[in-house]
């Protein structure tokens, strides 16, 4: 997947709300100095653009614009729904999401609603009708952003009764009858089954776990009801413009099907926090987090990059990046001198149109006071103002060209997310850690990655296709990749459930061409690995496969661990490091992919003219005969 020769820009994130007026022209004017092309706003102004019901006060907007605009910057305008203001709550005192425990959560932060409140969504059509009709027009505002980081700080599944009756519609159009729902979620298990749709409750606050088909049925309704709700706004936008829309999505947020959203909008966009993400979301151990404390993971934020750029179907931004210390992870180190330039780099190279920092100036209160901007709150520069600078004078220099096309596609799956969530099996089954880990392996072998949704259906030029975990195999998918020619690699779990949560029979995986059945699956604690023959292991997962397809890996204790046939290869565990870069060199092998294995903290991405390399490591390394500058990137022409 390649998309067409775009422009890069840099830009940032401004609050002038945050500001007296007389620092915008300021601001607007070394924000331009320092080469950057957009700044967005307004994403969390609704209390200062209705301070109190129906009544606007748009004239601070008019002239924020206009200042920031006359610049020479171009606007990304966000709207405020991510932070109803308090009155909203007087309007409607039950449209606070409701947790798993059946609290309602409160007012004093952001994220504060249900996203299936009738009530609050009114209020969002009028503020976003509003906004649009005033400034959809306005020659400054280039693009749109859709509310703030969906799923954000836990939100997107709520218990609270508005999301009950939505349920209970969305399991009557999904059903049309209760006998069809008990026979698809098997409800005569334990006596669950219900004569009607009004007796079906939220899958919370059970005696012992609900029944895993009901927890999925909701946690399908809970994205659907995401992407209504981002839709309501990109219906009401798209009337009065036709400027891009985005929206920023996070580092791994799973709760939501990211590629539905994404169908609604132009332009995909993600937040990232390379250090908070390391310290806060990711499993590594100790030594490697020490080692890329001040740096970040070096494949996380690639992995994101690729992500979203198939969810923006090419076109994706960076809109925000950290550009200092974060306030919000267990540990908030500086970055190294250079990273701010890196992870620019990085995301250009990934084909990124933009990257914005976040923020502009440091907020001297509230909740994000310890969270580094571009200047200080006196309004001195930061570390990362002047690596903005240098960013923005490069890419002058060398605009960059299309990325080239990636060798590999690895399918990623929400609804798989959400499945083995539900049904860990093991406690340390993670399918985001899994397909992570199944990407990190290619990269390792310094292989550019496209991610595919398991909508895809063509796959055209890739050597290697890899479906880690995916729930369940669509026929159209299984059909595609049995006609594409690449080689395949699927499994742990693959296809082992119907779409209605049961074990098929056939037994699973009944992947196209491939006599295999898995007979028994274990889980296992990361202390007992399964060694295999040959050298890695399997961790925390194994499968007992049986059939006629042809072992080409077994375990030390001579049972199949991975199996072939023709172009379909099924992988039986969860592979190891080692045992992933056997498993997946020889597959780029067969298919004629080209490996580069790369050293520690090391990744490649290329784009159609050059080859870039980031090093994640605090001191240089040679590779290739380059000298990699420590947390530095470098770029060569590509001679082929
Ligand atoms: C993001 C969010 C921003 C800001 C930032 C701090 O998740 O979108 O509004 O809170 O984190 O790192």
Same mark, same amino acid.
């Given at each position: 997947?390649?998309?067409?020769?775009?422009?890069?820009?840099?830009?940032?994130?401004?609050?002038?709300?945050?500001?007296?007026?007389?620092?915008?022209?300021?601001?607007?004017?070394?924000?331009?100095?320092?080469?950057?092309?957009?700044?967005?706003?307004?994403?969390?102004?609704?209390?200062?653009?209705?301070?109190?019901?129906?009544?606007?006060?748009?004239?601070?907007?008019?002239?924020?614009?206009?200042?920031?605009?006359?610049?020479?910057?171009?606007? $990304?305008?966000?709207?405020?729904?991510?932070?109803?203001?308090?009155?909203?709550?007087?309007?409607?005192?039950?449209?606070?999401?409701?947790?798993?425990?059946?609290?309602?959560?409160?007012?004093?932060?952001?994220?504060?609603?249900?996203?299936?409140?009738?009530?609050?969504?009114?209020?969002?059509?009028?503020?976003?009708?509003? =906004?649009?009709?005033?400034?959809?027009?306005?020659?400054?505002?280039?693009?749109?952003? #859709?509310?703030?980081?969906?799923?954000?700080?836990?939100?997107?599944?709520?218990?609270?009764?508005?999301?009950?009756?939505?349920?209970?519609?969305?399991?009557?159009?999904?059903?049309?009858?209760?006998?069809?729902?008990?026979?698809?979620?098997?409800?005569?298990?334990?006596?669950?089954?219900?004569?009607?749709?009004?007796?079906?409750?939220?899958?919370?606050?059970?005696?012992?776990?609900?029944?895993?088909?009901? $927890?999925?049925?909701?946690?399908?309704?809970?994205?659907?009801?995401?992407?209504?709700?981002?839709?309501?706004?990109?219906?009401?936008?798209?009337?009065?413009?036709?400027?891009?829309?985005?929206?920023?999505?996070?580092?791994?947020?799973?709760?939501?099907?990211?590629? /539905?959203?994404?169908?609604?909008?132009?332009?995909?966009?993600?937040?990232?926090?390379?250090?908070?993400?390391?310290?806060?979301? *990711?499993?590594?151990?100790?030594?490697?987090?020490?080692?890329? =404390?001040?740096?970040?993971?070096?494949?996380?934020? +690639?992995?994101?990059?690729?992500? @979203?750029?198939?969810?923006?179907?090419?076109?994706?931004?960076?809109?925000?990046?950290?550009?200092?210390?974060?306030?919000?992870?267990?540990?908030?180190?500086?970055?190294?001198?250079?990273?701010?330039?890196?992870?620019?780099?990085?995301?250009?190279?990934?084909?990124?149109? +933009?990257?914005?920092?976040?923020?502009?100036?440091?907020?001297?209160?509230?909740?994000?006071?310890?969270?580094?901007? *571009?200047?200080?709150?006196?309004?001195?520069?930061?570390?990362? @103002?002047?690596?903005?600078?240098?960013?923005?004078?490069?890419?002058?220099?060398?605009?960059?060209?299309?990325?080239?096309?990636?060798? $590999?596609?690895?399918?990623?799956?929400?609804?798989?997310?959400?499945?083995?969530?539900?049904?860990?099996?093991?406690?340390?089954?993670?399918?985001?850690?899994?397909?992570?880990?199944?990407?990190?392996?290619?990269?390792?072998?310094?292989?550019?990655?496209?991610? =595919?949704?398991?909508?895809?259906?063509?796959? #055209?030029?890739?050597?290697?296709?890899?479906?880690?975990?995916?729930?369940?195999?669509?026929?159209?998918?299984?059909?595609?990749?049995?006609?594409?020619?690449?080689?395949?690699?699927?499994?742990?779990?693959?296809?082992?459930?119907?779409?209605?949560?049961?074990?098929?029979?056939?037994?699973?995986?009944?992947?196209?061409?491939?006599?295999?059945?898995?007979?028994?699956?274990?889980?296992?604690?990361?202390?007992?690995?399964?060694?295999?023959?040959?050298?890695?292991?399997?961790?925390?997962?194994?499968?007992?496969?049986?059939?006629?397809?042809?072992?080409?890996?077994?375990?030390? /204790?001579?049972?199949?661990?991975?199996?072939?046939?023709?172009?379909?290869?099924?992988?039986?565990?969860?592979? /190891?490091?080692?045992?992933?870069?056997?498993?997946?060199?020889?597959?780029?092998?067969?298919?004629?992919?080209?490996?580069?294995?790369?050293?520690?903290?090391?990744?490649?991405?290329?784009?159609?003219?050059?080859?870039? @390399?980031?090093?994640?490591?605090?001191?240089?390394?040679?590779?290739?005969?380059?000298?990699?500058?420590?947390?530095?990137? =470098?770029?060569?022409?590509?001679?082929?």
């Amino acid at each position: 997947m390649t998309e067409p020769d775009r422009p890069r820009h840099l830009g940032v994130c401004y609050y002038p709300e945050h500001w007296s007026e007389d620092q915008w022209a300021e601001d607007a004017a070394r924000m331009v100095a320092i080469g950057l092309t957009y700044v967005r706003i307004g994403e969390f102004a609704w209390s200062r653009l209705e301070p109190e019901p129906g009544k606007m006060d748009w004239d601070w907007l008019d002239r924020a614009i206009a200042v920031l605009g006359g610049a020479g910057l171009q606007v $990304v305008l966000g709207t405020p729904t991510a932070t109803p203001p308090r009155w909203m709550l007087t309007r409607h005192s039950d449209m606070l999401a409701v947790d798993a425990q059946g609290r309602p959560r409160g007012f004093g932060s952001r994220r504060h609603y249900c996203f299936s409140h009738r009530g609050y969504r009114e209020d969002c059509a009028r503020i976003v009708t509003l =906004l649009a009709e005033r400034y959809g027009r306005n020659p400054h505002v280039a693009a749109w952003q #859709t509310d703030n980081e969906y799923g954000c700080h836990d939100t997107t599944v709520s218990y609270s009764p508005s999301a009950l009756t939505a349920f209970r519609n969305w399991l009557a159009r999904k059903y049309q009858s209760p006998q069809a729902l008990n026979r698809a979620w098997g409800n005569v298990f334990w006596s669950m089954e219900y004569a009607s749709f009004e007796d079906i409750g939220l899958p919370n606050l059970t005696v012992t776990e609900a029944n895993p088909a009901h $927890v999925m049925d909701f946690r399908r309704f809970a994205s659907d009801e995401v992407v209504s709700f981002n839709k309501l706004q990109t219906d009401i936008i798209r009337r009065y413009t036709d400027a891009p829309i985005a929206h920023n999505y996070m580092g791994r947020i799973v709760d939501f099907d990211h590629f /539905d959203v994404g169908a609604d909008l132009d332009i995909a966009s993600w937040d990232s926090y390379p250090l908070g993400f390391l310290s806060d979301r *990711l499993e590594a151990d100790e030594a490697f987090k020490l080692r890329f =404390l001040r740096q970040g993971h070096p494949d996380f934020q +690639a992995f994101h990059h690729d992500l @979203y750029r198939a969810v923006g179907r090419g076109r994706w931004w960076v809109m925000e990046q950290q550009p200092g210390p974060v306030n919000w992870a267990p540990y908030n180190p500086d970055p190294l001198p250079g990273m701010a330039r890196l992870w620019a780099w990085e995301a250009f190279a990934h084909g990124a149109e +933009a990257v914005c920092y976040f923020r502009w100036r440091q907020a001297p209160f509230a909740q994000e006071q310890m969270h580094a901007g *571009l200047l200080r709150p006196d309004s001195a520069p930061a570390p990362a @103002y002047h690596a903005t600078e240098q960013v923005a004078g490069e890419l002058k220099a060398m605009p960059l060209t299309d990325i080239a096309p990636a060798p $590999v596609a690895l399918v990623f799956d929400y609804p798989s997310a959400w499945a083995w969530s539900i049904q860990p099996q093991g406690k340390d089954f993670d399918y985001f850690r899994l397909a992570f880990a199944m990407y990190r392996g290619l990269r390792q072998l310094g292989l550019s990655v496209d991610i =595919l949704p398991a909508s895809a259906r063509d796959f #055209t030029g890739y050597g290697l296709v890899l479906v880690p975990g995916l729930f369940t195999l669509p026929e159209g998918l299984a059909a595609a990749l049995q006609a594409s020619g690449a080689e395949i690699v699927a499994g742990p779990r693959t296809n082992s459930k119907t779409p209605d949560f049961s074990i098929p029979v056939p037994l699973p995986p009944a992947l196209p061409g491939l006599d295999c059945r898995i007979s028994r699956v274990e889980s296992l604690p990361a202390a007992a690995p399964v060694p295999l023959a040959g050298g890695g292991a399997f961790v925390g997962w194994r499968e007992r496969l049986e059939g006629t397809a042809e072992t080409v890996i077994r375990a030390e /204790d001579g049972t199949p661990a991975v199996v072939r046939s023709g172009r379909m290869t099924y992988v039986g565990g969860w592979p /190891d490091e080692v045992a992933l870069a056997r498993i997946l060199g020889e597959a780029a092998h067969r298919a004629g992919v080209t490996v580069t294995p790369m050293p520690e903290g090391v990744r490649q991405r290329d784009t159609k003219t050059h080859r870039f @390399y980031f090093n994640y490591n605090p001191e240089p390394v040679v590779f290739n005969g380059n000298e990699l500058p420590a947390a530095g990137v =470098l770029w060569t022409p590509r001679t082929a």
